[in-house]
């Protein structure tokens, strides 16, 4: 079973974290996994940092720029990461855009990421309707979980075919925004959080996008199986040091 | 003989237009974070429904006429035909209201979000002649206007920042990566994300998720349709033996081949910025140095490095200082449909002076990249070359001011 699968069956509320990879040093990438699994962090989205990164407010934009700055390719991520698993054990997700995964070969990549030990995607720009007429069998193939995002805006048509296309959770996007833009959630995210757990889904939803602290944490979880947090840890990181990453993990939950 | 029967086939069976899932070929596509979905998808269902409508028609083709001053004059270029000796017809699109051909697609898509109940219209610029474009129909219809322009381009563009600012627009300067039109392009899409229900995005090129490549050439092939008949008055029929334009992103050269795309006698011309040489580093020659990939929502040709980041390009145009080209060019120079030439800074700003010179007009430097190709390519004395005249060079005299130290 893949270890996504495994955790979501836990009885608890998931805190997944994002970092970019390379940031703020090359080397750093197995260190930040390393302690945040250490530290109590369920689930860790690695992010492979991208020129243009459409999604992403300034907090990913200028860690993905000084990441790619320090020399983070493909290929070092994957010569980082080829030991992993001797030391992890939680799950991992490759969160990237599309463009270095196709120029890598798609096969290619999925194959390498089954050989590290990856066990999810998160390709923000690649569509379901694509993945599933074009990528879903090779995904499959390799044993890796894909998964998409639905906004307060995604249709009930849509996040239908969604849940049926996906085999891990969906990843629920607070509030019409790129990352890193809103403080808290509102009235408006409350309605939208009961409205898509009303739904009954096959897949357990991860909600992201305005976490930042234990408040939007707790107030995600009380709707959803887990919540992930990327600009805020980014954020912290530049501010502080990744030696701090215990007092980070610990003011979340 | 059996060889060029076969030739003939494929070249009447070979489709040039977007497909019903919004592909040329194998370019094109939607490549988009889910959060624009149903903003993209919105378009898709609607644009050739609204394109269609009769009141759209009359509108769009009554501020064609009235307000752009269409249509374009189509000028036989007398003195620059002698002296490359053949037959050069110029579609004078730098006489538009606004001074190029960007404002037929503002128009159109201004329109457009009109009858989508949009109320706030957002816009990439390089140059900013697509901004001042866009500017200029918000005022006209009394929309909120934001224009992303990089922050490199607002400083060395002033007049364009000055003469949106006049029309109402608020500017706002892209400050990520190499702040120029890639990166204005990236911030508007932000914008898009974070507003998702009463915006509308004007993309001034033929780039971007299907339907704007789409979109933006039916709005854009008004050009090659006044060309047919203009140039059945002048010269007794309808197609030219070839027709020439600049390419960045490729709505000027979009427009322009648009209704010759499958009239295999017309030779199809794409001009690129080769910068400083396509071997220097710095140029913007996508179809030469680009691979497929993805950009800014298609897949196309693209300059990017071996890991797939997108890379800067380089051109003296900011017009075609872009690092990729529209997906419809791409599938043109995938099929061999078009061919594509590249023009250095240095040609393209001769040809510019050229011009003024013999014809006394001065070009935009882009369209001056299209007239360097006569000292590259001979052409008979009787063929029938239409250049598109894409802009005119007031926005650049202090480029040309610098380069010959007038």
């Known amino acids: 079973m893949n270890r996504i699968n495994q955790k979501l069956e836990e009885d608890k509320k998931l805190l997944s974290i994002y970092f970019t990879a390379g940031y703020p040093d090359i080397n750093d990438t197995v260190t930040i996994i390393q302690d945040l699994e250490k530290n109590g962090v369920d689930m860790i989205e690695i992010g492979l940092p991208f020129s243009d990164p459409l999604a992403d407010g300034p907090t990913i934009q200028d860690s993905s720029t000084q990441a790619l700055k320090n020399g983070m390719t493909t290929e070092v991520l994957f010569n980082q990461l080829k030991d992993i698993r001797k030391t992890v054990n939680i799950p991992l997700i490759i969160m990237g855009y599309f463009n270095p995964m196709l120029q890598y070969g798609v096969e290619a990549f999925c194959k390498k990421c089954s050989e590290i030990g990856i066990d999810g995607l998160i390709i923000p720009d690649l569509p379901v309707d694509v993945y599933h007429e074009e990528y879903q069998t090779i995904f499959e193939k390799y044993g890796l979980i894909n998964v998409f995002l639905i906004t307060p805006q995604t249709s009930v048509e849509r996040i239908n075919f969604i849940d049926s296309v996906s085999n891990g959770f969906i990843y629920m996007v607070s509030s019409a925004s790129v990352t890193g833009s809103k403080k808290g959630f509102g009235s408006d995210q409350e309605v939208y959080f009961k409205r898509i757990s009303n739904m009954d889904l096959k897949n357990p939803q991860i909600i992201g996008f305005g976490i930042s602290d234990n408040k939007t944490f707790t107030q995600a979880t009380n709707f959803a199986k887990g919540a992930i947090i990327g600009s805020a840890f980014i954020k912290f990181i530049s501010e502080n040091s990744i030696d701090d990453i215990p007092n980070f993990v610990t003011s979340i939950r | ?406």
Request: charged content about 20%; proline content about 4%; aromatic content about 8%.
């Open chain 2, 1 to 406: 003989m059996l060889r060029c029967v076969r030739n003939d086939e494929k070249e009447k069976t070979m489709n040039y237009n977007v497909n019903e899932k919004g592909y040329y070929g194998e370019f094109g596509g939607a490549f988009i974070p889910e959060m624009l979905y149903p903003n993209v998808e919105e378009l898709r269902q609607n644009y050739l429904k609204i394109m269609a409508e009769p009141d759209f028609q009359a509108e769009f083709n009554q501020l064609l006429k009235d307000y752009v001053g269409r249509p374009s004059p189509l000028y036989f270029a007398k003195r620059l035909s002698e002296k490359y000796n053949t037959k050069i017809y110029l579609k004078r699109e730098d006489l538009n209201h606004t001074g190029a051909h960007k404002i037929n697609n503002t128009i159109g898509q201004i329109l457009m979000a009109q009858r989508l109940g949009k109320t706030r219209i957002i816009a990439e610029t390089g140059a900013g002649q697509h901004g001042v474009a866009t500017a200029t129909v918000c005022a006209l219809m009394g929309l909120e206007c934001i224009v992303y322009m990089g922050e490199i381009d607002i400083a060395r563009q002033a007049p364009n920042v000055a003469r949106m600012k006049m029309l109402g627009a608020k500017v706002v300067p892209a400050l990520s990566g190499s702040r120029t039109l890639k990166d204005a392009t990236n911030e508007a899409i932000r914008d898009w994300i974070n507003n998702p229900v009463n915006t509308h995005y004007i993309i001034g090129s033929a780039i971007g998720p299907h339907p704007y490549p789409d979109m933006v050439t039916r709005f854009q092939a008004i050009v090659s349709e006044e060309i047919k008949w203009q140039l059945k008055e002048v010269e007794g029929r309808e197609n030219p033996d070839y027709v020439v334009a600049c390419i960045g992103g490729g709505s000027n050269a979009a427009g322009t081949y648009y209704h010759f795309l499958h009239e295999p006698d017309v030779g199809i011309i794409a001009v690129e910025a080769a910068g400083l040489g396509i071997d220097s580093g710095e140029s913007a020659a996508t179809s030469v140095l680009g691979k497929e990939g993805i950009i800014h929502g298609c897949k196309t040709l693209l300059m990017q490095t071996k890991d797939g980041q997108i890379t800067e390009p380089y051109s003296i145009s900011a017009g075609l200082d872009y690092p990729g080209v529209g997906p419809m060019h791409a599938h043109l120079a995938k099929t061999g449909r078009a061919e594509f030439m590249s023009i250095t800074d240095s040609d393209a700003m001769e040809a510019g002076l050229e011009l003024s010179k013999l014809e006394g007009i001065i070009p935009a430097i882009e369209t001056s990249h299209a007239l360097a190709i006569f000292n590259y390519k001979t052409f008979k004395p009787d063929d029938v070359v239409v250049l598109n005249l894409s802009g005119r060079g007031d926005k650049d005299l202090q480029n040309y001011i610098d380069y010959f130290k007038i």
